[in-house]
């Protein structure tokens, strides 16, 4: 399974980009990065996923290394409502199962 | 757009009882997991199933089962509930499973408490 690293907490100020590292050194070639965010004891909400390029959508973009090993997930204004543990995951695939594996993410605080 | 439903929200049990969590996919969607979220924790896996048969297997303890019935809706059980099983259950759903680039959505949970 290809691991994900990322730093336990970060800090952005509100208005700001908040730009979220992770590292997947061993991913391989089949296996996509994707990003969640848990607000406080909610669902996981889904963010954004990609394989080789770079993607962007209404909440965010994803930045991918060129060697894919690993990955920045940017938040273009952090507002409050941004505070949340975010989640890098690599999709593993598993016989007929392509299951998340959540690794412990990190806690991004919005400040005012 | 339809989400992930999960019942009950909230759950409280006595150790030993036994506990059932419902999930119902987001329509179409043919795969569920299991995912249990102890406090402070991150999700872990437990189980998954695609179209009604597991697909595979995380930390589900034995004293629980799960299965995934002809209208995609799965059910969770626990039995011989223990104090450690005081968590945040989540059940999840995505529409063919063998794609890699293919999307889970999560529900909002399921709270038991077992006492």
């Known amino acids: 399974d290809a691991k994900t690293t990322q730093p336990p907490s970060m800090d952005c100020a509100e208005g700001r980009a908040a730009n979220l590292p992770c590292n997947h050194s061993?991913?391989?070639?089949?296996?996509?990065v994707y990003w969640y965010r848990q607000i406080h004891s909610q669902g996981p909400q889904y963010i954004i996923h990609?394989?080789?390029n770079n993607e962007t959508n209404e909440m965010a973009s994803l930045i991918i290394t060129e060697d894919r090993k690993s990955s920045t997930l940017i938040l273009p204004h952090a507002t409050l409502r941004d505070t949340a543990v975010y989640y890098c995951?690599?999709?593993?695939?598993?016989?007929?199962?392509?299951?998340?594996?959540f690794g412990t993410g990190t806690s991004l605080t919005v400040i005012p | 757009a339809a989400g992930v439903i999960q019942s009950p929200r909230h759950l409280i049990k006595e150790k030993r009882e036994t506990a059932t969590l419902k999930c119902y996919p987001i329509?179409?969607?043919?795969?569920v997991y299991w995912y249990q979220q102890g406090p402070g924790q991150d999700p872990q896996f437990l189980i998954s199933?695609?179209?009604?048969?597991?697909?595979d297997k995380g930390s589900i303890p034995d004293r629980f089962s799960a299965q995934q019935f002809s209208d995609y809706h799965s059910e969770l059980n626990m039995s011989s509930l223990e104090l450690g099983d005081s968590a945040l259950y989540f059940c999840?759903?995505?529409?063919?499973?063998?794609?890699?680039?293919?999307?889970?959505?999560f529900g909002e949970g399921s709270w038991l408490t077992v006492v």
């Open positions: 995951i690599v999709r593993v695939p598993f016989n007929t199962g392509n299951q998340f594996y």
């Open positions: 999840a759903s995505s529409f063919f499973e063998n794609t890699p680039g293919n999307t889970i959505y």
């Open positions: 199933f695609y179209e009604k048969m597991q697909s």
């Open positions: 329509p179409r969607h043919d795969t």
């Open positions: 061993t991913i391989s070639g089949n296996e996509y």
């Open positions: 990609g394989l080789k």
